[in-house]
């Protein structure tokens, strides 16, 4: 399948003529050092998103990026010592789950326990 860009803005259309949307979700204040995940809304159905990437932002301002993967089926999908436990039927339709591992670098070191500034964004790809 090729994707190729659209003339609308943060849209791509595949070869088959498959819309594929991208949207960009604020993380919002997480304090990672006192809670071990969070769960945000994206305003998609889980059953239409395709892939999804997870920047994280130290309090000292610097990114990590975190790609997830393929999101069709349900599960987690590890990267580095962020987990992205995309959905499962205890959570609302929309959201997904941001986890971070007990006793590791997130929970440990002081750059990560702001609670004012957005923690990031998760680039979201789904189709409608």
Do not use: C
């Amino acid at each position: 399948m090729i994707i190729t860009p659209s003339p609308i803005p943060n849209q791509l259309v595949t070869t088959d003529g498959t819309i594929v949307r991208i949207k960009k979700i604020p993380i919002g204040t997480w304090n990672m050092t006192a809670s071990v995940y969070l769960d945000i809304s994206t305003g998609v159905s889980h059953s239409n998103w395709l892939m999804m990437q997870v920047a994280l932002i130290a309090d000292d301002g610097v990114l990590y990026m975190f790609h997830t993967g393929d999101q069709s089926a349900a599960g987690t999908i590890t990267g580095r010592q962020l987990m992205v436990a995309q959905w499962d039927s205890s959570m609302v339709d929309d959201a997904v789950r941001l986890l971070r591992q007990t006793g590791d670098t997130f929970a440990t070191t002081a750059i990560w326990n702001d609670t004012v500034t957005n923690r990031g964004y998760i680039i979201l790809m789904y189709t409608d």
